[in-house]
Nanobody
Framework: QLQASGGGLVQAGGSLRLSCTASGSSFSPYTVGWFRRAPGKEREFVAAIRWNGGNTYFSDSVKGRFTISRDYAKNTVSLQMNSLEPEDTAVYYC??????????????????WGQGTEVTVSS
């Protein structure tokens, strides 16, 4: 079971750190992805990391502002979000799946999803 946490209200330019934990299981050998859904919009890929190997992937809209990392000891994947913009306002979801390079940004490649954590960025 995936649990996403760390959302909240922040002013534009601020930072938040989201966490995704897997209770009762390991993230290995999956890719852990973060997606978001803004009000009235489609679900959008944000970032992903391969648990084994650590390869990271980012959407163009967050590249340079967001980082993704994994903590083996805590069995946690974190999404550090800096320089937040009002356009980043959304519910953020973490997910796991077996992906290849061409599918890492596709929701259909992920088989398990967390419940979401809400991020609101005020202008």
């Amino acid at each position: 079971q995936l649990q996403a946490s760390g959302g909240g209200l922040v002013q534009a330019g601020g930072s938040l750190r989201l966490s995704c934990t897997a209770s009762g299981s390991s993230f290995s050998p999956y890719t852990v992805g973060w997606f978001r859904r803004a009000p009235g919009k489609e679900r959008e890929f944000v970032a992903a990391i391969r648990w084994n190997g650590g390869n990271t992937y980012f959407s163009d809209s967050v590249k340079g502002r967001f980082t993704i990392s994994r903590d083996y000891a805590k069995n946690t994947v974190s999404l550090q979000m800096n320089s937040l913009e009002p356009e980043d306002t959304a519910v953020y979801y973490c997910a796991t799946g077996r992906t290849i390079y061409s599918t890492v940004n596709q929701p259909s490649a992920y088989s398990a999803w967390g419940q979401g954590t809400e991020v609101t960025v005020s202008s």
